[in-house]
């Protein structure tokens, strides 16, 4: 029989009570530190949960009045890409629960467009196609000219999710933008830290700003 997993401390794996796990609230009020071993409480938490507060509205405000499905499809896109950022910046990869999940996900929304649901279906599935085998072969050719592995198959993978959802027209300008912020952030990095060109970032981040960001200039770009 299975048993319930409850929340438990990272540090001395004590269970967590439903009052010491209250978003924001528990962090401020605990001042950062755990009520049972008294170890810092890593600030990933308090970030993902403040972004959440934040920018959930935003992705969600425009579809108030669609159906439920459409706006659970937004809602897995934006926390999809919220997890798998903060797991790519502290563990190095992108776990396929996320890309490879969110991208049968995306494929299904799909059919909560009524009579348009086998367009979307195509557009989308093109768009998974497209997205993996675009940085597919931008990782063979890059591989080919410096000798090195320049991205992870979780990239290729989280961009086949971003494809399923945005279809194939906003893949490309996804793998645009991304390239930017990743060169600004390779940059920085490189300054900041003496390295050389070669140093390794996560792109997954980079690539789920990315989306995100397009996603809600596509919501509210008309607006500014």
Request: glycine share 8%; hydrophobic share 55%.
């Amino acid at each position: 029989m299975l048993k319930p997993r409850f929340s438990h401390c990272p540090s001395c794996k004590a269970p967590i009570p439903f009052y010491h796990n209250i978003p924001l609230i528990s962090f401020v009020l605990l001042r950062g530190k755990s009520a049972c071993c008294k170890k810092s409480i890593a600030w990933d938490y308090f970030i993902i949960e403040l972004t959440s507060v934040v920018l959930y509205p935003i992705v969600i405000y425009p579809f108030l009045q669609a159906s439920f499905l459409i706006q659970l499809q937004w809602t897995v896109f934006f926390y999809f890409l919220l997890v798998q950022t903060f797991i790519d910046l502290r563990h190095r990869l992108i776990p396929d629960e996320i890309s490879l999940g969110g991208t049968i996900l995306g494929l299904a929304f799909s059919f909560a467009y009524g009579p348009d649901s086998w367009q979307y279906l195509k557009w989308r599935l093109l768009g998974a196609i497209v997205g993996f085998g675009s940085l597919w072969l931008i990782a063979k050719l890059y591989k080919l000219y410096s000798g090195q592995e320049g991205l992870g198959m979780g990239d290729m993978k989280l961009m086949m999710m971003i494809g399923s959802f945005l279809a194939i027209f906003g893949v490309f300008q996804v793998i645009f933008v991304s390239s930017i912020i990743g060169l600004v952030v390779g940059i920085v990095v490189m300054i900041k830290e003496k390295s050389t060109l070669k140093t390794a970032i996560p792109f997954g981040p980079c690539i789920a700003v990315a989306a995100l960001g397009l996603y809600l200039w596509s919501l509210y770009g008309a607006l500014i």
